[in-house]
T-cell receptor, first 112, second 113 residues
């Protein structure tokens, strides 16, 4: 079955890079997503990657995928206080019932 | 702008009362979902619907009910049978296509009076 795991907390200094990690268990072809949730709000899609890709970059965000180890990471360059939020990793299998499996979320705290 | 609208943003429930959370989308999405979020527990699926007039239970459906009479609307009723309803409730939808991510509303926070 599917299972997605993330560490619960990450604290970084403003201006440093943040790396949020995620592991998943399903080896089927899959889409992997990163969402951001600010306090009291819904989840906002940041980026996604298909499992036949190794890397995807979008401005300050870099997603790295190690398919062999089923490990996904989200790197945020030049982290700002506005990046403080909960970040969720999620996976879904194309052709299934479109029910993504979410990790528990990583709380990113950015301090001056 | 297309999106998902949840209302109300805050809701209070008295003991023994049923309350209904609204979720409306104008994205023309077929599939809609309800999640419950508790601190440190991520998202747990309550119900989902892939087409009008059809819905399935998720992982924690007990004490909840839904309807899907229109494509745009997927209301969630928290019944008196749900003994611990205090949580943040999120509605989401997905368009057709294998690489479509979920779109989320801004959530409803339900508390017990």
């Amino acid at each position: 079955g599917e299972d997605v795991e993330q560490s619960l907390f990450l604290s970084v200094r403003e201006g440093d890079s943040s790396v949020i990690n995620c592991t998943y268990t399903d080896s089927s072809s899959t889409y992997l997503y990163w969402y951001k949730q600010e306090p009291g709000a819904g989840l906002q899609l940041l980026t996604y990657i298909f499992s036949n890709m190794d890397m995807k970059q979008d401005q300050r965000l870099t997603v790295l995928l190690n398919k062999k180890d089923k490990h996904l990471s989200l790197r945020i360059a030049d982290t700002q206080t506005g990046d403080s939020a909960i970040y969720f990793c999620a996976e879904s299998i194309p052709g299934g019932s479109y029910i993504p499996t979410f990790g528990r979320g990583t709380s990113l705290i950015v301090h001056p | 702008d297309g999106g998902i609208t949840q209302s109300p943003k805050y809701l209070f429930r008295k003991e023994g009362q049923n309350v209904t959370l609204s979720c409306e989308q104008n994205l023309n999405h077929d599939a809609m979902y309800w999640y419950r979020q508790d601190p440190g527990q991520g998202l747990r699926l309550i119900y989902y619907s892939q087409i009008v007039n059809d819905f399935q239970k998720g992982d924690i459906a007990e004490g909840y009910s839904v309807s899907r009479e229109k494509k745009e609307s997927f209301p969630l009723t928290v019944t008196s049978a749900q003994k611990n309803p205090t949580a943040f409730y999120l509605c989401a939808s997905i368009g057709t296509g294998y690489n479509q991510p979920q779109h989320f509303g801004d959530g409803t926070r339900l508390s017990i009076l």
